[in-house]
């Protein structure tokens, strides 16, 4: 589906409809009168982005110099592919989610947060310049905060207070990092136009953990496994599946293109992405809740995909064909990732105990299976895509990454076989009758994880030599040793770890918690002075002080002022003062 | 006419034991009387400046200042001495003291 | 007199002769009161509107009046003028409708629209003044008009930050006298649309124009609350909220700022204070107070004193765009100085119409208080995440420019503060979402005045619903002709040129 | 001028400040005012020595007789108001009596008296030696008064400076014992002398025989003052000394003297003086420009007019009071105003 | 147009006049005392009107010319006095008036106050005239017995209101004025004795430095010190100006302390100004200093409204002192014309204050300053005249006391010696203080104040309005009373500057 030429004006119309119906939805969810009319479209609001999606990248960004000190809109091939599965994911997950709240009275506030959130994610997909992609990345991150602290429990308000804090400071991180990049493309805020010569360390740093926080890069991912549990299904599903990969889209808008082989990022790009990897797993391994292993699956996902990253910053002339194979690859881990957390939320609503179901543990199987590379998926694509990058990478890490690569696949295969065996039943009595739309939500997604990679146009898929027997076996070993290892672990760490983690979740953050706890504590007086008190600066000259003290003085100097033998010697003393002077002068 | 000179300086004394009794004396009517004290003494220096030998040269513009002056005293005596008496009457003390506890009960007025 | 001479002057009266007929009527006429307030408001925005016609087809008004030779009284309307005075004049129109609503019953109503119609007039006064004791005319009497207004309620902590307010301004206000008289000595009668006069002056006496420059900041500190100084501007939210959202967040304030703003554009001239680096100790004290003014309102309880110590910090940014020579830099000083004012009175206005329905004062009485206001609540949101820059509004554009003029200036330390202050603002902004949004009600409120239709009086509600939009659409259409950025590039083109 | 003159003015000028110092140490205030009164008699003598005689003259009737008759007067006053004090609250009074030392110069802080004597004696010599230094000017004003003695009308330089040169001095001076009596009436009733207390016979007799004789004294110094030492002050003096006499002498015709002559007799002398010196602006000269040739005539009229209020002046002065207003007067003077204000404290 | 000399007459013979007749039919004294205090007024204004033409003359009182005779001199600085007396003289005439009758009115003693009324016009009126001839005269011994009438009307004026404090108050005021006579006559024969000449411009160029004239000049200058309250020697102004009444208040604090400074400021800054050195310029500028900060903290300590005026006079005082180095310093007319200003100013500010006071006392029935909470209510035009007049006396911009500051901070920048500026500042922020110490309870709301029945008639209130508001604007139109002062500078003082070393 090539993209025709189309008038600017109408593509402009086309394009913003992405973002702006589910604003315009969410707006007519505040206002009490259409809220019922409002809440029955709120499914259908991604449609527009889908469509536009569908639609095929259009040759030149549109300039809109009226909104918001001037941006621009357009869909490149990158943009295409982000766009089609997340909008793809948030078609799905608001079905579903309509179902899977459809008794939560505070439902429409929640939609509200949904549909912002969606606007944010479709905008800054389809910005082409430094502003736009910004402010919709702020709107986006800003109101997922709402997704999050939906509960409202006590665990709900930790983990959005520790999201929001993150955000908040990957907002400005972002700040600083545009506003270089903004000066060094002299001024010009187009995608297009940013070029910077030498490879500006401070730049790179911002933009690392800016996006960084939202792709869960390593030391800041502390939000990612608190948020997703407290979560409601859907949120945590576009949270891992669409939020996530905003940051990747990040990376790959604002990284210079032209970057004189700056072999220095690119290593680092590798190495943060392959800690990321092993760390997600290890963490995840000793976690109980679901949802949580879930969570420290993406962070590794994420991993895997900063590793590509880093492989296309290393050789700059394939920087296209990366940044299409990354893309590729989060889109297949976005769905993947989807279902899975669709998987558990529909467990948790119609799996009413005893066996789990076939067709709920196939559902989770082959998401599982086709994340970790099993051939025939499309998990397998994605990770053949990811090996041409990784083979034209120079050669020390070439071999490291080759070597890694199934390493990582075994590691998700032991990682998702624990989380799923973690997914629970339904606790009370289970609503059978109207989870319908969750289903099909649920079954669209699947049909989408296992098709979409083959009938996606742009695939570097040969039929040929895909199926070759070399192949076949570097895609089977990872995933069956994988499926083994974690059956014996299960059989005979019986019990151990279902009880409590052994590492809290969210584990980077109990240094949060020793910072929160010193700020509270003696250095934290000493800055502010005591705490709940109110602030008092220096109170103004009070005239009731430092006169009261000094008055009975003055009050006794003006007594002997009054007295004749000091006047008549105060008189003569001016008169021989006065005489003096004249003398003196 | 070196005697004539004399004047002067008992003229000074006069001014400074006028001063000083005002200053020093504590009772009203002292003060007053050594106000006038002051006065003469003026007078006097005013009019040794104006003497002459003999009748031409004597300077007539010191005398009448004196003669103004010495009215000018005269009534500020008389009031002086009638806000004395008042005083006396109020404050129960010809003395300048500071506020007497009677005066001090009396209502204070603007 | 000519014609824009007279236009300048009745700029002036349009507020002055209402205030002083307001306190000619006796107390109990609310009607003609309001008449008189909201008639005099819209002259006067007409007024301004006829005179940005006039200087955006490049005339020039002005009227002198002499006092003594060498020593007169100038009005005159140069961009920066009409960009303050058009701020002033349409935050007053708002405010005085909110006054009208909030004071409804109270007593002593003539004093305060009395000295409230005398005070803009001041303020206007100091917008347009044309030299330097012109301003500092104004700028006096701006101490006085705004006494009665602090201490309006008459109670005993009103009169004790009454009297440290006076202490403060006076003894600005001394300090900036000497410092106006010393000018004058050195370089003659300092007008402001000329050459810098402090340029003109002789080589040798550059000591005494550095000492000079920092007794104006001084004296003009006080009012700007720049950090040591800043001590009257907590205490003085005990006033009511109308005195507290347009005299303390917009026009006392404000006057301060903009006095230093005519300091270092107009009276020394950029290039003259970097070349003499004045700037720099002007910046490192502006960062101070950003930082500062954000650590204090972390600690602060209540609401309005929260705020308070928020536009300490606010103000500062103007300062340091200023202070950072360059014209991106202070396009986006200038520009804060519109969308500071547009913010700070939303969210004076919902302070207000907490404390005034529901006797809220305190953050941690507002849990959940959006459920039961949710329309003033929606608005604070929108005027809070202005202040911490949240993209479409306005804040965020004056942050973007404030960077771009410290990049282009290569001084990196000044955006390293402006990222400091961002997450400083979302750090005592942002719980008071949380609280009013995402928490449960907790404690409970006087219900004082509620209306059946509307969470409040429509008086009070209108107001900050107004400059909410208005924080909204001046960020969204930033580059539109009409926005405040677009009359901030034409002031910087005439400054820097194009 | 023979030795003895010299030692006489050595004598003299000793003399005058010894007894002002006798004066004002004086523990008895009775005796010092007596001391008072020689001192101006022998000042008088000085200016006698001083070829001052009209000062002379002034001097023994203003100087030493009334002032010292205002002080003897004040005195007894005082000596009353004691007394009544002692009758009206005897308890207060005797405790008050106690905590305070006998009526002798009080010893307050010594500090300040010992500086005040130390800076006096100071100022004491830069006086004296600048005195000593500086040479008088030569002739002064005197060879000018001497010049122009011929248009003023008047013979004696002293009268023609007093009243003609310096004229407006006078005026005001005039004023200034217009204000006296204005202050004195202002302040205090006259004390109700009763009725019925005789003079002696010895006091009787004497006012019979000297008030007429001193009207006649005063008549002739007016009189003489434009040619010989006189003048309107001296005249006036002694008309005052004849008041006191009558005063004392408790006659009945000065207690009906109506307040309104009274008033009128205190004002003639200003008034005219006034009138005439403003007459001498409506025919054409300044103010008080007398046309040259009948100057001593207006100088004459003015010193009579003028010689008649000081008289009374000073002897209202003596009498130390406003005299009684007969009722009905008061209340004229006091219409009430329209607007009530309930009685409250004075302002 | 009759020519400035008839006015200058008029303004001395018509106030005299009419205090005879009203002390002769004194029951006409109500009517009376008003009409001398309106052709007062009409004659103070004849004479600016007339010298605007005629500039500065010398008038021969008796047709005797300058050495023999007593000249009045008439220029720029006498007529701008004599202007200020006027104004401030018609409009506590006009709040006189209205005050006895209220009292009369009110009080139960009728004759008591019907007797006060009966001598406070003739005396007052011949204070007036004093103070006229005062400015006018040039001539030293003249000028020694109007300041002799001045200073004999003022104690009877101050003993009038016969409360114990007044009578006390009074009596240490007589003294003091005696004292300061009997030193200021020694000084003038002096004088005489050493240059034979009572006038002062002529004595002005005979003058030569010499032994006996800086004894002189010294006994002359500290007896008028004495009577204008200078710091060390303040301590019978704020009893004497406190007890009065308040008619008589404003009279004192406005006018009677003015003319002695007049006459040092004449002696000072023309007469022997070239023969003075600047050392003692300083001393002066010293105590004005000291009283600047005396009187402003005595001020801020007082519990009572009018005491703590009064030592605001004290305070201002200082100010005037402070300009005279000022004056010496500055070779432009600027200190000159600051000085004017400052006076004029604190004659209006100061009348209007006391009258303003006087009235809240009447309404009140007290003057302590911390229970007047609230008195805006019942007398909202007096408190509105106290606070305008408060804010003219703090120098805050548009009044005359700003631009008095304003070039006298100019000058003492401009010489170099900035430290009387600064002082100037410190004087004017603690006068801040002490005002808004009453402002603040003036100002406040408060439902219901405890006053008197019966309200002030508005002769007594609009005045006080009046002469603060011409406080006020004082500044706005000071170019026109200073041209004044430029026309009329007798003797170019600071052309012969130049010759000083």
New interface residues.
């Given amino acids: 589906m090539t993209g025709q030429q189309v008038l600017p004006e109408l593509q402009v119309l086309l394009l913003s409809l992405g973002p702006g119906f589910p604003l315009v939805i969410a707006l007519g969810l505040m206002v009490p009168a259409c809220r019922r009319l409002a809440f029955s479209m709120v499914a259908w609001a991604p449609l527009p982005a889908l469509l536009a999606s569908l639609y095929g990248p259009s040759a030149i960004a549109v300039e809109v110099?009226?909104?918001?000190?001037?941006s621009l809109i357009g869909l490149d091939r990158i943009g295409q592919i982000f766009l089609f599965f997340t909008s793809f994911l948030w078609l799905v997950a608001g079905i579903f989610g309509r179902d899977y709240l459809a008794a939560d009275e505070k439902k429409y506030r929640f939609f509200g947060y949904f549909l912002f959130t969606m606007s944010g994610n479709f905008g800054l997909i389809l910005s082409q310049g430094v502003?736009g992609f910004?402010?919709f990345f702020?709107?986006m991150s800003?109101a997922a905060y709402?997704l999050i602290?939906h509960h409202?429990t006590g665990e709900a308000?930790r983990a959005?207070?520790i999201y929001?804090g993150l955000t908040?400071?990957g907002?400005?991180?972002l700040?600083?990092a545009m506003?270089?990049v903004?000066?060094d493309s002299g001024?010009e805020i187009a995608f297009s136009a940013i070029k910077t010569s030498r490879a500006d360390t401070?730049l790179m740093l911002l933009l690392f953990f800016g996006f960084g926080i939202k792709a869960g890069a390593l030391p800041l991912h502390g939000w990612l496994p608190l948020a997703h549990p407290v979560a409601p299904v859907p949120a945590s599903a576009v949270l891992s599946g669409a939020l996530i990969k905003a940051g990747l889209l990040g990376w790959l808008r604002f990284m210079p293109p032209d970057q004189a082989a700056a072999p220095f990022w690119g290593e680092f790009f590798i190495v943060a992405g392959f800690a990321a990897a092993f760390y997600g797993v290890v963490i995840g391994l000793t976690q109980v809740d679901a949802k949580t292993v879930l969570a420290y699956s993406s962070i590794s996902q994420m991993g895997l995909m900063t590793v590509i990253v880093g492989g296309g910053l290393l050789v700059p002339d394939r920087w296209a064909q990366t940044t299409l194979a990354v893309s590729l690859y989060a889109m297949h881990h976005g769905l993947a990732k989807g279902s899975l957390f669709l998987g558990v939320g529909v467990a948790k609503k119609k799996w009413t105990g005893g066996k789990k179901p076939w067709w709920l543990s196939v559902g989770l199987w082959l998401p599982a299976l086709s994340l970790a590379g099993l051939p025939l998926t499309s998990g397998a694509i994605a990770k053949y895509g990811m090996k041409e990058i990784v083979v034209a990478i120079p050669e020390p890490w070439h071999g490291l990454a080759s070597f890694l690569l199934p390493l990582c696949a075994l590691a998700t295969m032991l990682l998702l076989y624990h989380g799923i065996s973690l997914i629970r039943p339904a606790t009370g009595r289970p609503e059978a009758e109207q989870g319908q739309g969750m289903l099909f939500a649920w079954a669209a997604n699947l049909v989408a994880v296992a098709a979409v990679l083959w009938l996606w146009p742009g695939s570097p898929m040969e039929y040929d030599h895909f199926l070759t027997a070399a192949a076949l076996w570097n895609g089977l070993w990872p995933a069956g040793l994988g499926v083994l290892v974690a059956m014996a672990r299960r059989h005979y760490g019986r019990g151990v770890y279902e009880k409590k983690a052994l590492i809290p979740a969210g584990d980077v953050m109990m240094v949060g918690q020793w910072l929160e706890g010193m700020v509270q504590g003696w250095p934290g007086q000493l800055?502010?002075?005591k705490?709940?008190k109110?602030?008092r600066?220096?109170?103004?000259?009070?005239?009731e002080t430092w006169?009261r003290r000094i008055?009975p003085r003055?009050?006794k100097g003006?007594?002997i002022?009054?007295?004749?033998?000091?006047?008549?010697?105060?008189?003569?003393?001016?008169?021989?003062?006065?005489?003096y002077?004249?003398?003196?002068? | 006419m070196s005697t004539i000179f004399l004047y002067n300086f008992s003229g000074l004394a006069l001014f400074a034991i006028g001063l000083h009794g005002l200053i020093r004396s504590s009772h009203l009517l002292r003060k007053i009387l050594a106000a006038n004290l002051m006065s003469s003494g003026i007078f006097l220096i005013m009019i040794v400046g104006a003497y002459g030998p003999d009748q031409a040269l004597i300077d007539p513009v010191p005398h009448a200042m004196v003669l103004t002056g010495i009215l000018v005293s005269i009534s500020t005596t008389a009031v002086a001495l009638v806000l004395v008496c008042l005083v006396q009457e109020t404050t129960n003390r010809a003395l300048l003291l500071q506020k007497r506890k009677r005066e001090q009960r009396g209502r204070t007025d603007a | 007199m000519n014609w824009g001479g007279l236009l300048l002057v009745m700029i002036l009266l349009s507020s002055l002769v209402p205030g002083l007929i307001i306190f000619a009527l006796p107390e109990k006429s609310n009607r003609p009161r309001t008449f008189l307030n909201l008639g005099g408001a819209f002259l006067k925005l007409l007024l301004i509107l006829v005179m940005i016609i006039g200087i955006y087809q490049g005339r020039q008004f002005a009227v002198r009046w002499q006092l003594l030779p060498g020593l007169e009284l100038a009005l005159n309307s140069d961009p920066l003028a009409a960009l303050f005075s058009t701020l002033s004049t349409v935050l007053w129109l708002l405010t005085t409708i909110y006054a009208v609503g909030y004071l409804e019953q109270s007593p002593n109503r003539r004093q305060f629209f009395g000295y409230f119609s005398i005070c803009v007039t001041v303020t206007v006064g100091i917008a347009l003044a044309g030299n330097l004791i012109t301003f500092f005319l104004f700028y006096e009497l701006l101490t006085l008009t705004t006494y009665p207004l602090v201490t309006h309620r008459g109670t005993r902590e009103a009169l004790a930050a009454g009297r440290v307010y006076l202490a403060y301004t006076l003894s600005g206000g001394a300090v900036l006298l000497v410092a106006v008289a010393w000018l004058q000595v050195l370089a003659g009668p300092v007008a402001f649309g000329g050459p810098p006069a402090a340029a003109a002056v002789p080589a040798t006496h550059e000591l005494q124009l550095i000492v000079i420059f920092f007794l104006f900041i001084a004296g003009l500190g006080v009012k700007a609350a720049l950090v040591p100084l800043h001590g009257w501007l907590p205490r003085a939210m005990v006033a009511p909220a109308p005195v507290s959202a347009l005299l303390h967040a917009v026009a006392v304030v404000k006057a301060g700022v903009f006095g230093i703003i005519r300091i270092v554009h107009d009276v020394y001239g950029v290039p003259f204070a970097a070349g003499l680096n004045l700037l720099l100790p002007l910046a490192i004290l502006a960062s101070l107070s950003i930082i500062y003014g954000s650590l204090c309102a972390l600690r602060e309880d209540d609401l309005k004193k929260r705020l308070a110590y928020s536009t300490v910090s606010q103000l500062s940014y103007i300062i340091l765009g200023v202070s950072v020579a360059g014209p991106l830099a202070a396009m986006g000083g200038l520009v804060h100085l519109v969308h500071q004012g547009l913010m700070k009175i939303t969210l004076f206005f919902c302070a207000g119409n907490l404390a005034e329905t529901l006797g809220v004062h305190r953050i941690s009485e507002m849990r959940g208080i959006a459920r039961r206001m949710p329309l003033t609540m929606a608005a604070f949101s929108v005027g809070a995440l202005g202040m911490i820059g949240f993209p479409p509004m306005a804040g965020f554009v004056s942050k973007w420019y404030l960077g771009m003029g410290a990049l282009e200036a290569d001084k990196m330390w000044v955006v390293a503060i402006l990222a400091v202050s961002t997450v400083l603002n979302a750090a005592y902004f942002l719980p008071i979402l949380i609280q009013a949004w995402f928490k449960p009600q907790e404690s409970t409120w006087s219900e004082q005045g509620t209306t059946a239709r509307l969470e409040t009086h429509w008086m009070l509600l209108v107001p900050p619903l107004v400059t909410a939009f208005l924080v909204v659409a001046v960020g969204l259409l930033a580059n539109a002709q009409i926005s405040p950025l677009a009359w901030v590039k034409l002031i910087i083109g005439l400054e820097y040129g194009p | 001028m023979t030795d003895a003159m010299g030692i006489f003015d050595i004598m003299l000028a000793l003399v005058l400040p010894w007894l002002g110092w006798r004066l004002l140490a004086s523990p008895n205030l009775f005796r010092a005012v007596v001391l008072f009164i020689s001192l101006g008699l022998l000042m008088s003598l000085a200016w006698v020595r001083l070829h001052a005689p009209d000062v002379a003259l002034a001097e023994a009737a203003i100087g030493a007789g009334l002032t010292g008759a205002l002080f003897l007067s004040a005195l007894r006053r005082l000596e009353r108001l004691r007394d009544s004090e002692r009758r009206l609250d005897y308890a207060e009074k005797r405790e008050e009596e106690q905590n305070l030392p006998p009526e002798k110069r009080r010893k307050s802080k010594p500090v300040a008296y010992v500086l005040a004597l130390f800076l006096l004696s100071v100022f004491l010599l830069l006086l004296g030696g600048a005195l000593l230094k500086t040479p008088v000017a030569p002739g002064r004003l005197g060879p000018a008064v001497a010049g122009q003695m011929g248009q003023s009308g008047v013979q004696s330089r002293v009268t023609a400076v007093l009243l003609n040169f310096r004229g407006y001095d006078t005026l005001l001076e005039v004023m200034v014992l217009f204000l006296a009596a204005l202050g004195v009436w202002s302040l205090t009733r006259v004390r109700q002398t009763p009725q019925e207390k005789v003079p002696g016979p010895v006091l009787a007799t004497l006012v019979r025989l000297l008030v007429p004789l001193m009207i006649t004294v005063a008549g002739y110094l007016v009189w003489i003052g434009s040619s010989r030492a006189g003048g309107a002050f001296q005249g006036g003096a002694v008309l005052a000394a004849a008041g006191v006499l009558l005063l004392l002498a408790n006659v009945t015709v000065v207690r009906q003297i109506p307040s309104t002559l009274l008033r009128w007799a205190l004002v003639l002398g200003p008034l005219l003086f006034l009138l005439s010196a403003v007459a001498c602006m409506s025919i054409g000269g300044n103010l008080l420009e007398y046309p040259r040739q009948s100057a001593g005539s207006w100088i004459l009229l003015i010193e009579s007019a003028t010689a008649v209020s000081i008289g009374v002046t000073l002897a209202a002065l003596y009498a130390g009071g406003r005299p009684h207003e007969p009722a009905a007067r008061e209340a004229i003077v006091d219409k009430s105003a329209d607007t009530k204000v309930k009685n409250g404290e004075g302002a | 147009m009759p020519d400035t000399p008839f006015w200058a007459v008029c303004l001395v013979v018509v106030p005299l006049f009419f205090a005879i007749i009203c002390f002769v039919r004194s029951s006409l004294v109500t009517f009376l005392g008003p009409l001398a205090a309106w052709l007062n007024a009409l004659a103070g204004l004849g004479m600016t009107l007339s010298f605007v033409h005629s500039g500065p003359l010398r008038y021969a009182i008796g047709g005797w010319q300058a050495p023999l005779g007593i000249n009045f001199s008439i220029d720029g600085l006498s007529v701008l006095l004599v202007a200020m007396t006027a104004v401030t003289g018609l409009s506590v005439s006009m709040y006189a008036k209205g005050y006895f009758s209220l009292r009369i009115g009110s009080a139960g003693e009728i004759n008591r106050h019907g007797h006060q009324r009966a001598y406070f016009w003739p005396v007052w009126l011949l204070l007036w005239a004093a103070l006229n001839g005062l400015f006018l005269s040039a001539d030293l011994f003249n000028i020694y017995v109007t300041l002799e009438i001045i200073g004999l009307a003022a104690v009877v004026l101050t003993a009038l209101s016969g409360k114990p404090a007044a009578r006390l108050a009074a009596m240490r005021y007589l003294l003091v004025s005696l004292l300061g006579s009997c030193c200021y006559l020694f000084g003038v024969a002096l004088l005489y004795r050493s240059y034979g000449i009572l006038d002062m411009t002529a004595l002005s160029r005979l003058v030569s430095p010499a032994p006996l004239l800086w004894v002189s000049l010294a006994l002359l200058t500290t007896g008028l010190l004495l009577k204008t309250a200078l710091f060390p020697l303040h301590f019978w102004l704020p009893p004497a100006h406190a007890n009065a009444l308040a008619p008589v208040s404003a009279i004192l604090s406005g006018l009677v302390v003015k003319a002695s400074f007049y006459l040092i400021l004449r002696l000072w800054g023309e007469v022997f100004a070239q023969v003075l050195p600047f050392a003692a310029y300083v001393l002066l500028g010293v105590l004005g200093c000291g009283a600047v900060l005396w009187g402003a903290v005595q001020a801020l300590l007082q519990k009572r409204l009018k005491m703590l005026i009064a030592y605001s006079t004290v305070a201002q005082l200082g100010y005037l002192f402070i300009a005279l180095p000022l004056i010496r310093l500055d070779p432009g007319p600027s200190a000159r014309e600051a000085v004017i200003l400052l006076i004029m100013a604190h004659a209006c500010a100061k009348s209007a204050m006391f009258m303003a006071a006087g009235s809240i006392f009447l309404k009140a029935g007290h003057d302590r300053i911390d229970d007047l909470d609230g008195i805006k209510e019942v007398l909202p035009v007096s408190s509105f005249a106290f606070v305008l007049a408060g804010v003219s006396l703090m120098g805050f911009p548009p009044s005359g006391g700003f631009l008095g500051k304003w070039l006298l901070l100019g000058v003492s920048l401009a010489s170099g010696q900035w430290w009387w500026g600064i002082m100037l500042v410190i004087g004017s922020l603690l006068a801040a203080g002490y005002v808004y110490r009453i402002a603040c309870h003036l100002l406040v709301f408060k439902a219901s104040f405890s006053s008197r029945r019966g309200s002030i008639p508005p002769v007594m209130e609009w005045p006080a309005v009046l002469l603060a508001v011409l406080a006020m604007i004082l500044g706005l139109l000071a170019g026109y009373p200073l041209g004044l002062l430029e026309a009329g500078c007798p003797v170019p003082i600071h052309a012969c500057l130049e010759v000083m070393p």
Wanted: proline content about 4%; glycine content about 14%; overall charge positive.
């Fill in positions: 110099p009226w909104f918001f000190m001037g502003l910004y402010l702020s709107l800003f709402g602290v409202g308000m959005g207070r929001l908040v400071i907002e400005v991180l700040f600083m506003l270089i903004t000066r001024g401070l800055v502010f002075g705490s709940g109110d602030f600066p220096a109170a103004g000259p009070d005239r006169l008055e003055l009050k003006e007594k002022l009054q007295r004749w033998a000091v006047v008549g010697a105060i008189f003569l003393a001016v008169i021989i003062a006065l005489v002077y004249f003398y003196r002068g």
